[in-house]
């Protein structure tokens, strides 16, 4: 029997792989996340992210990511190609190690400065357990080689197949359809990070090419610019205040820190956060770090050349407004805290980028009084604005306004107290909010009915936004207070549910309300609270069978059966324009009963595709705006918001 360095024999080394692909096989959700269609985009990330540390040792330029027909993708990259030779301890090829033990990475490159890794850093090695099958290929030394596993288990040893040129890795894989519940990929939610990826590395290119059409299509991801050109990109349409993206790299030992920002003319804050790659949705020491130094930095500056008039100072909202700002660190050893794990805890990282950050801004602003004159009045602006906005507050609260318990007069609400069973419908117009009103259960469902267009919070300011009625009957309704005094415990409902009608204006309001709850109750979104309801396109009937269908697709198998295979006679079809146009009960039949229902949970996938949704979508452009409500009028999925 084989004896390794190590002292393990052969076969015991062969059990440890079977039982740790084995645990990964048992309880997927627990190293990706899900087994839904999250989860198998995940096993695509995870394969990438070896590529991309390859790329940040400095070794890799391109990688190209290939979706086939028949639910297979391919990785290649050009790197070194994972090392084959025997390993020392372990007694097999080093990319065996790489596809059958957990957390391989560090195992034979200790030195290298591996930081990325996928949501969860697992290691292709998941990847291969969750496969039906993947095969990994390896130019390297001359020579092609190549390996086959199902479902972790190798089927082929690695084979040397010939001479070669180049160096590069290859994995190709389909995902197990004994673990997913979907298969298909959707090419935006992988363009959204594959761009991102290619931001966040300057200079590495990366392709998605979509071969499982005859039209086949590839997109380009290359930013040589880095952080500067995703501020610019995320920037969308707005206009900026000052010419130039103020932007800084430094090497410290806590971190690697970049930063790349640029104020504009319009109200939001969009700050992104990275580590390692990952997004920092929910922050963390190197945001604390960054905000602390704008605040400072920015009031000192104002402050030594006597623009502020007495007393006048700036809050870090204030400085905020109107920025577009990415950060991103990378960092030894992360520790990730918070619900969704995407919060950086490291303390060290704060001073870092806080000390680096105060030396680069204020180096910036020196060499540009004009700009920094620009930044200093959008701030004092905001400020004037906020104080306003906290007057008229105080007034509308004194005056029933938005706490204090009185509810708005056309909330319905339900009879239940505990938030944890109610949900509230928000419905599109008068009309459907009176069959809703009619159709629902009043014991858990409330119902509050919009009138119109809701205000484009994206274009005002907070004080416009709270003298809005939709919106304050909203808040009101809700319960849980709005921006900084927004508090989760407090909503009145765990479930918010968006009803619109099925058309591009039901369209338009939905991504209204969504731009709403993002930047004004930004939690509700978070804790998973906003929901999209799903309201059918058809209705097929036949004598006294009806069907309801929310597909074309689904409206013609509907119809299939029904006819049974002869020609479709008798069969009527109703196309439903709008909600109004359902009786109380349909509506409670196909919409609003939880047992009968579809609702779509609306997550924050990507902090670069909400945004990229939002600003664009919210900003003044209005052709792609229309574009993108059109293309997505039904699949809001595709939102991913
Ligand atoms: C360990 C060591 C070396 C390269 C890699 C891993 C590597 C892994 C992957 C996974 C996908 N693409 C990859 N490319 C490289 C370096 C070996 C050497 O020193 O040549």
Not at 341 to 369: C, I, M, Q, Y
Not at 518 to 542: C, E, H, N, S, T
Request: some cysteine; aromatic content about 6%.
């Amino acid at each position: 029997m084989a004896k390794s360095r190590g002292g393990e024999d052969y076969t015991s080394r062969q059990i440890q792989v079977l039982k740790g692909l084995e645990a990964v096989r048992k309880r997927p959700g627990m190293y990706i996340g899900s087994t839904s269609a999250r989860g198998l985009h995940h096993l695509v990330y995870e394969v990438v992210d070896n590529s991309i540390d390859e790329a940040m040792a400095g070794h890799c330029e391109l990688v190209t990511v290939v979706l086939h027909p028949g639910d297979v993708v391919s990785v290649v990259d050009d790197g070194r190609g994972i090392p084959v030779d025997v390993h020392p301890t372990e007694n097999v090829p080093g990319v065996e190690v790489a596809m059958t033990t957990l957390h391989a990475g560090g195992k034979f490159d200790k030195s290298s400065y591996k930081v990325s890794g996928g949501l969860h850093g697992v290691g292709v090695s998941v990847v291969n357990a969750l496969s039906e099958w993947l095969e990994v290929e390896v130019l390297r030394d001359g020579r092609r080689y190549n390996q086959r596993y199902e479902r972790g288990v190798k089927t082929k040893e690695l084979e040397d197949v010939g001479p070669a040129r180049g160096t590069g890795t290859q994995v190709v894989f389909r995902a197990d359809p004994e673990v997913f519940t979907e298969l298909a990929y959707d090419a935006a939610i992988l363009a959204a990070r594959l761009r991102e990826l290619a931001f966040l590395n300057k200079g590495l290119e990366i392709l998605l090419r979509d071969e499982r059409t005859d039209e086949e299509t590839e997109e380009k991801f290359r930013y040589d610019g880095g952080l500067s050109e995703f501020v610019s990109y995320l920037r969308g349409s707005r206009q900026p205040i000052h010419e130039e993206v103020i932007s800084f790299e430094a090497s410290k030992p806590e971190a690697e820190i970049e930063l790349a920002m640029q104020y504009d003319e319009g109200f939001s804050e969009n700050t992104h956060t990275f580590v390692n790659n990952i997004s920092t949705h929910e922050g963390g020491t190197h945001l604390t770090g960054l905000k602390a130094a704008l605040t400072r930095t920015v009031n000192d500056y104002a402050r030594k050349n006597n623009i502020f008039k007495k007393d006048e100072s700036l809050s870090g909202d204030d400085v905020r407004e109107g920025l577009t700002c990415v950060l991103s660190v990378k960092v030894m050893e992360p520790q990730f805290e918070g619900q969704t794990k995407t919060k950086l805890g490291n303390s060290e990282v704060r001073g870092a980028v806080e000390a680096s950050v105060n030396e680069h801004l204020a180096a910036f602003l020196e060499e540009n009084p004009r700009a920094a004159k620009a930044v200093i009045e959008k701030s004092l602006q905001a400020a004037r604005a906020r104080e306003a906005a906290r007057k008229a507050r105080d007034l509308a609260r004194t005056k029933s306004g938005l706490e204090g318990g009185v509810l708005p007069g056309k909330l319905a609400d339900c009879s239940i107290a505990d938030p944890a069973l109610s949900e509230i419908y928000l419905v599109e117009g008068d009309s459907a909010g009176g069959s809703a009103k009619q159709g629902r259960d009043r014991s858990f469902q409330a119902i509050l009915p919009l009138k119109g267009k809701i205000l484009n919070v994206e274009k005002a300011r907070i004080d416009k936004i709270l003298s809005n009625d939709e919106i304050r009957a909203m808040v009101t309704a809700i319960g849980a207070g709005i921006r900084d005094d927004f508090d989760i415990e407090r909503a009145r409902y765990h479930k918010i549910i968006i009803m619109t009608d099925a058309d591009v204006d039901g369209a338009h309001i939905r991504t209204l309300l969504l731009t709403f709850f993002f930047r004004q109750m930004r939690a509700l979104i978070d804790g998973g609270y906003v929901y999209i309801a799903q309201p059918p396109l058809y209705r097929v009937r036949k004598g006294k069978t009806e069907r309801y269908a929310y597909s074309d697709a689904e409206r013609d198998r509907e119809i299939a059966k029904l006819s049974n295979g002869k020609a479709p006679k008798g069969i009527s079809i109703q196309r439903y324009k709008g909600l109004g146009e359902m009786n109380p009960e349909q509506l409670w039949k196909t919409t609003m009963d939880p047992d009968a229902r579809t609702i779509l949970r609306v997550t924050v996938e990507s902090a670069s595709a909400a945004n990229d949704i939002f600003s664009r979508l919210m900003g003044d452009e209005v052709a792609p705006r229309r574009a993108f409500i059109e293309k997505n009028a039904r699949y809001v999925r595709n939102l991913d918001v």
